[in-house]
């Protein structure tokens, strides 16, 4: 396979390109899937099979985690207090029984996803993809 340096060099994605790629995939996902779920898992399973194929795997597998968490997070912890503020005007009611639990949820994914990053910033030195 020739790489861009040359015969015999082999193009290696780094770890922070393929961080910063699946995580930007998990907030699409993570989009997604709390809107059309069998279209958001089918772009999981792309997803996972895309970090299948090449290295490096875990770096790909914490961003991922990490986007879908945060996107779950930061969407339904909006739309919760959006609702707040509709039920503080007079005659207004909003309701989001049982959201607490997909916050919580979106908050142990997304800590997942952190505790993976974390350990490729530690491991940063070894060699070869991960």
Same mark, same amino acid.
């Given at each position: 396979?020739?790489?861009?340096? #040359? ?13 910063? +790629? /699946?995580?930007?995939? %998990?907030?699409?996902? %993570? !989009? !997604? ?11 999981? $399973?792309? #997803? ?8 490096? =795997?875990? $770096? $790909? ?8 968490? $945060? ?5 339904? @912890?909006?739309?919760?207090? =959006?609702?707040?503020? /509709?039920? =503080? ?11 607490? #639990? ?11 996803? @952190?505790?993976?990053?974390? /350990?490729?910033?530690?491991?940063? %030195? +070894?060699?070869?993809?991960?």
């Amino acid at each position: 396979m020739a790489g861009p340096k #040359g015969p015999g060099t082999v193009n290696v994605t780094t770890r922070r390109t393929a961080w910063l +790629a /699946f995580l930007l995939l %998990g907030v699409l996902d %993570g !989009v !997604v899937l709390l809107e059309f779920p069998t279209l958001g898992w089918m772009i999981l $399973a792309l #997803g996972l099979g895309g970090i299948g194929v090449r290295p490096p =795997r875990i $770096a $790909a597998v914490a961003g991922l985690i990490a986007g879908i968490g $945060a996107s779950w997070t930061s969407i339904l @912890v909006w739309g919760t207090l =959006r609702c707040e503020a /509709f039920n =503080r005007e007079p005659g207004q009611s909003c309701e989001s029984p049982g959201i607490e #639990g997909w916050i919580l949820v979106g908050l142990v994914i997304l800590a997942v996803g @952190v505790v993976l990053s974390t /350990f490729l910033i530690v491991r940063r %030195g +070894a060699a070869g993809p991960v």
